[in-house]
């Protein structure tokens, strides 16, 4: 299995950002896909996850700014970023689980992808 970010980048305060998380080796509708970012001196934190069924769901520092899809087509899933703040500055990574449900539980997620930074300054 292998995961790709792509998409990152430096953008202001209020700016949008699409990440992208090509995967191969995995079906992206099969499983709960999710995307977590860590930022210097924090722990990894779950920031949206969709589910086996399509169904979402997001950290509330997050609700109503990002969005998170996947298209079965392309075999990759989206985090479509609006309103973007400082806070958000952090390397985001793309995981994927083989369990059935979801978590925020990054222990949960057992491919990971190496990351695509986002700075908002």
């Known amino acids: 299995v292998q995961l790709v970010e792509s998409g990152g980048g430096l953008v202001q305060p209020g700016g949008s950002l699409r990440l992208s998380c090509a995967a191969s080796?995995?079906?992206?509708?099969?499983?709960?896909m999710g995307w977590f970012r860590q930022a210097p001196g924090k722990e990894r934190e779950g920031v949206a996850v969709?589910?086996?069924?399509?169904?979402?769901y997001y950290a509330d520092s997050v609700k109503g700014r990002f969005t998170i899809s996947r298209d079965g087509a392309n075999n990759a899933v989206y985090l479509q970023m609006d309103s973007l703040k400082p806070e958000d500055t952090a390397m985001y990574y793309c995981?994927?689980?083989?369990?059935?449900?979801?978590?925020?539980?990054?222990?949960?997620?057992?491919?990971w992808g190496q990351g695509t930074q986002v700075t908002v300054s």
């Open positions: 995981a994927a689980t083989s369990a059935s449900g979801w978590s925020w539980s990054a222990d949960y997620y057992n491919y």
């Open positions: 080796g995995y079906t992206v509708s099969s499983k709960s």
């Open positions: 969709i589910g086996a069924f399509g169904s979402t």
